[in-house]
């Protein structure tokens, strides 16, 4: 089993930044590919970014230029660097991880984290 933590989330305004971070444990995945969802209220979970064990990356078009992911193997740990946060990006943020290509499809990724909540004020 592979368990994932997920931290960093909070209250920011408009156009600020937070810096999201996934710590995975257990059974940890060498190859595996990670990434972060969200979920808004009264909204499907939604793609934000994943990234391959050799850093090859992948965006949702909502984020792009704005986000970032990057991943840390010898620590098992992922991050997503959020700038320039807009109120609809509020949700809770969920880490998720597979031994998967690189995809936005969330039934290809085996193992999630509780989620962090991430709101944004106007």
């Known amino acids: 089993q592979v368990q994932l933590v997920e931290s960093g989330g909070g209250l920011v305004q408009a156009g600020g930044s937070l810096r999201l971070s996934c710590a995975a444990s257990?059974?940890?995945?060498?190859?595996?590919?990670m990434a972060w969802f969200r979920q808004a209220p009264g909204k499907e979970r939604e793609f934000v970014a994943a990234i391959t064990w050799r850093s090859n990356t992948y965006y949702a078009n909502s984020v792009k230029g704005r986000f970032a992911i990057a991943r840390d193997n010898a620590k098992n740990t992922a991050y997503l660097q959020m700038n320039t946060l807009k109120p609809e990006d509020t949700a809770i943020y969920y880490c998720?991880?597979?031994?998967?290509?690189?995809?936005?499809?969330?039934?290809?990724?085996?193992?999630w984290g509780q989620g962090t909540q991430v709101t944004v004020s106007s």
């Open positions: 998720a991880t597979g031994n998967t290509v690189i995809t936005s499809n969330s039934r290809s990724y085996d193992y």
């Open positions: 257990g059974r940890t995945l060498s190859s595996g590919t």
